[in-house]
């Protein structure tokens, strides 16, 4: 699904002070996915500093089924926990049909019906033990 939707964005809740938005576009010759705050792509491009960087493995998928990531945070960037998050949101919004047909399809191939708020909507509505407040962290 990363081959085929290489770009979305992830809110990250701040709480009363709404979120800040988070960048990832995967690279499909490094099978890496780096996050990067928004404003800074937007500033920097490509040369903007990734705050995490995910990287797949996927020699064992045919025989076991299974694909290996390994992470890299900046952490004098981000807090641990909040890399944690990013890469939960990654696996929930690109293994679930649904979240995947209405968010990251449209995010890629419909821009202009892309929604933000419907997403942050959607992000506000995860399980009460996925932290509701994680990025108060963030450094920039």
Do not use: W
């Amino acid at each position: 699904r990363l081959r085929v939707c290489p770009r979305f964005v992830i809110p990250v809740p701040r709480g009363e002070r709404g979120v800040v938005t988070v960048y990832l576009e995967y690279s499909p010759e490094e099978q890496t996915v780096m996050f990067t705050l928004l404003d800074a792509y937007k500033r920097d491009g490509a040369a903007a500093n990734p705050l995490v960087r995910t990287t797949f493995f996927s020699d064992l998928e045919r025989s076991h089924e299974i694909i290996l990531m390994q992470g890299s945070v900046e952490e004098d960037m981000i807090p641990i926990d909040d890399a944690r998050l990013l890469i939960n949101q990654l696996q929930i919004y690109y293994l679930s049909n649904s979240k995947f047909n209405t968010h990251v399809t449209t995010f890629n191939y419909r821009p202009a019906r892309f929604d933000f708020d419907a997403l942050v909507a959607d992000v506000d509505r995860f399980p009460e033990d996925m932290p509701s407040d994680i990025s108060d962290g963030l450094r920039h």
